[in-house]
Nanobody, 123 residues
């Protein structure tokens, strides 16, 4: 089992920045990919960004490319999502997830999920 705890969400004005963190514990795997998804009110949960355990590969949704950056700290078992130039359409609950195959593909099966952290961007 892997437990994931997200933090860093909040309310920010359009154009502002936030950094989300997701700490993993109970790590029974030697390596795994980590990702961020988001779910806006009344919409399906969608992929945002992912990264392999080594940090060698990253993937981003087109809607966040150039604005969001995903990174990983292996020593802390923590993945980060730096979000810049935020827009009202970025408002959502952001979820952290783990892919135990360490592929990090947007379409991979993500086996473990956090509880989510709310991000609200005001116009």
């Amino acid at each position: 089992q892997v437990q994931l705890v997200e933090s860093g969400g909040g309310l920010v004005q359009a154009g502002g920045s936030l950094r989300l963190s997701c700490a993993a514990s109970g790590r029974p795997y030697s390596s795994y990919a980590m990702a961020w998804f988001r779910q806006a009110p009344g919409k399906e949960r969608v992929f945002v960004a992912s990264i392999r355990w080594s940090g060698s590969s990253t993937y981003y949704a087109d809607s966040v490319k150039g604005r969001f950056t995903i990174s990983i700290d292996n020593a802390k078992n923590t993945v980060y999502l730096q979000m810049n130039s935020l827009k009202p359409e970025d408002t959502a609950v952001y979820y952290c997830a783990v892919d135990v195959t360490d592929r990090a593909l947007p379409t991979a099966r993500y086996d473990y999920w956090g509880q989510g952290t709310q991000v609200t961007v005001s116009s």
